[in-house]
C-alpha cells in the first residue's frame, strides 16, 4: 500500500462489531479483567488503550517502523528518548534545533549529569569529534529556522562505528517526505502537533524505531512518565492523519510558488529553504526527501520594514508552530529561539529580522497577492 492509501485505509477498527469506518474512542480509565491470574490485553490506561494502539500500529505502518509510541506533545517524546541517556552521556545536537529541545538540553540535562555540544554542521562531523562520552547525535533536517540540511547516512555511518545512537526530529519533512529509519537513523521522532494532526488544534508526539531494546525502554517510559496521548487526541490525529498527503501536496505546491515569487522580488534579500543553502545540502536533501515541505524563512532587503511588512499581512497570522492548514508567520529569534542566548542566535544567523513563513493550503494567488500587498507597505 502507498502511503496516501495507508493513512486512509491503514487504521484497524479493533472490536468494531457495527463495522463503523473509523475506530471508537475508548474512554475508559480502567478494565475489567477476567479472573484472578487471568488478565486481558487492556487493564489501565497509562499501560494501553485500543484508540491509542490502532494509532499506534497505523502509525509504524506509515513511517515503516516496527514500533511508534503516541506522547501527549512533542516535547513529551523527546523527553521519552533522553530519558534513555544516563549521567556522564553526552548528546551532540545541530545548532539551529527546536528552540523547545534546546531549552530541554541547556535547561534539564545539567540536573541529571548530562553533557551536550551544539554541532555548527553535521556535514563536517569527523570521528575526532565523537568522544567516548557522546552517546546521541540528534538531528533536525531541515533544521529549524534556517533549514539547513544535513546528511543522514553520513553521519549515521560515523556515529554507528562508535556505538553512537543517531536520533532525528523530523517534525518538519513528515514520513510523507522523509523516511530517516531508511537512512540507517536509530529513532525517529514528531512533534504531531504539526503536520500529521495538521489543523492547529491538538498536541501529540511519536517516537518510531526498529531497535527492540529501544521499543521496549520507550513503552516503559511511556507508563511510566505517564505523559502518553489522551484517547480523544489520539483520535484527533487519527482524523488528522487521513489527509496529510493531500495537505502537504497543497501545502508544497503553494511554497514553490512563494519561493519562486520572494526570490524575484527586490523587497526580499533571502530565501531559505531546505537545499537552498548550498549545492552540496541540495543535492542531499534531494536524495533522502521527496520536496522541500512548507517552511521556509525570508529576510527582507535593506529600506523594508519587517513591523510593517508583518502587520500588512492579511492572511498569514502572526503565530508561532507550523504544519495546520492556516499559513502562519512568526519572528524566530523572539518567538521561538528566544529561549538560545543572543550571542548563539547570532553565530547561527538566526537575526532579529528573520521570519518563519509556514504555508498553508490557502489559494496559492490568494497568498502571494497578500505578500506582495504587504511588502508594498513595507517599504519605507
Ligand atoms: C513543535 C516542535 C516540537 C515540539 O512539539 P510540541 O508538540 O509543541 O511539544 C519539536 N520539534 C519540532 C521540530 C517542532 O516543530
Given amino acids: 500500500m502507498k502511503i496516501d492509501?495507508?493513512?486512509v485505509k491503514g487504521i484497524e477498527s479493533h472490536d468494531n462489531p457495527h463495522k463503523a469506518v473509523i475506530p471508537p474512542i475508548y474512554l475508559a480509565s480502567t478494565y475489567i479483567q477476567d479472573e484472578l491470574g487471568n488478565f486481558q490485553e487492556y487493564a489501565y490506561q497509562r499501560g494501553g488503550n485500543p484508540t491509542r494502539a490502532?494509532?499506534?500500529?497505523?502509525?509504524?505502518?506509515?513511517?515503516?517502523?516496527?514500533?511508534?509510541?503516541?506522547?501527549?506533545s512533542g516535547m513529551a517524546a523527546t523527553t521519552a528518548v533522553f530519558n534513555l541517556l544516563k549521567t556522564g552521556d553526552k548528546v551532540l545536537l545541530n545548532n539551529n534545533v527546536?528552540?523547545?529541545t534546546y531549552r530541554y538540553v541547556s535547561g534539564i540535562f545539567q540536573n541529571q549529569g548530562i553533557s551536550y555540544e551544539m554541532v555548527d554542521d553535521?556535514?563536517?562531523?569527523?570521528?575526532?569529534?565523537?568522544?567516548d562520552k557522546v552517546r546521541f547525535i540528534f538531528i533536525e533536517t531541515p533544521s529549524n529556522p534556517l533549514l539547513r540540511v544535513t546528511d543522514l547516512e553520513r553521519v549515521v555511518r560515523l556515529a554507528h562505528s562508535k556505538g553512537i545512537k543517531v536520533i532525528a526530529d523530523n517534525t518538519f519533512m513528515t514520513?510523507?517526505?522523509?523516511?530517516?529509519?531508511?537512512?540507517?537513523v536509530d529513532i525517529v521522532v514528531y512533534s504531531a502537533t504539526k503536520y500529521i494532526g495538521g489543523h492547529a488544534d491538538v498536541l501529540a508526539g511519536l517516537v518510531a524505531t526498529n531497535d527492540d531494546a529501544v521499543a521496549e525502554r520507550i513503552k516503559f517510559i511511556q507508563k511510566t512518565l505517564g505523559a502518553m496521548l489522551s484517547p480523544f487526541d489520539t483520535y484527533s490525529l487519527i482524523r488528522g492523519i487521513k489527509t496529510l498527503s493531500v495537505r502537504m501536496d497543497r501545502q508544497m505546491d503553494n511554497t514553490h510558488a512563494i519561493i519562486d515569487f520572494l526570490e524575484s522580488h527586490e523587497g526580499v534579500k533571502t530565501v531559505h529553504y531546505a537545499g537552498s543553502h548550498s549545492r552540496e545540502e541540495k543535492a542531499v536533501h534531494s536524495k533522502q526527501a521527496k520536496d522541500i515541505g512548507a517552511v521556509i524563512s525570508i529576510e527582507l532587503a535593506d529600506g523594508y520594514d519587517e513591523t510593517a511588512f508583518v502587520k500588512g499581512l492579511k492572511f498569514f497570522d502572526l503565530?508561532?508552530?507550523?504544519?495546520?492548514?492556516?499559513?502562519?508567520?512568526?519572528?524566530?529569534?523572539?518567538?521561538?529561539?528566544?529561549?538560545?542566548?543572543?550571542?548563539l542566535r547570532?553565530?547561527?544567523?538566526?537575526?532579529?529580522?528573520?521570519?518563519?513563513?509556514?504555508?498553508?493550503?490557502?489559494?496559492?494567488?490568494?497568498?502571494?497577492?497578500?505578500?506582495?500587498g504587504a511588502l508594498k507597505g513595507a517599504k519605507k
Avoid: W
Avoid at 56 to 70: I, R
Avoid at 319 to 343: K, N
Avoid at 350 to 371: F, P
Fill in 122 to 131: 553535521f556535514n563536517a562531523l569527523t570521528e575526532a569529534d565523537l568522544d
Fill in 5 to 7: 492509501t495507508l493513512v
Fill in 54 to 72: 490502532a494509532f499506534e500500529k497505523l502509525f509504524a505502518q506509515v513511517e515503516g517502523s516496527k514500533y511508534a509510541y503516541a506522547f501527549a
Fill in 175 to 184: 514520513p510523507y517526505c522523509q523516511k530517516c529509519l531508511n537512512f540507517g
Fill in 319 to 343: 503565530a508561532v508552530s507550523l504544519g495546520g492548514v492556516e499559513s502562519l508567520i512568526c519572528q524566530p529569534a523572539f518567538m521561538t529561539h528566544e529561549s538560545y542566548p543572543a550571542q
Fill in 98 to 100: 527546536y528552540g523547545g
Fill in 346 to 372: 547570532a553565530q547561527i544567523g538566526i537575526n532579529d529580522g528573520l521570519l518563519r513563513l509556514a504555508v498553508g493550503i490557502e489559494n496559492k494567488d490568494d497568498l502571494i497577492a497578500d505578500l506582495a
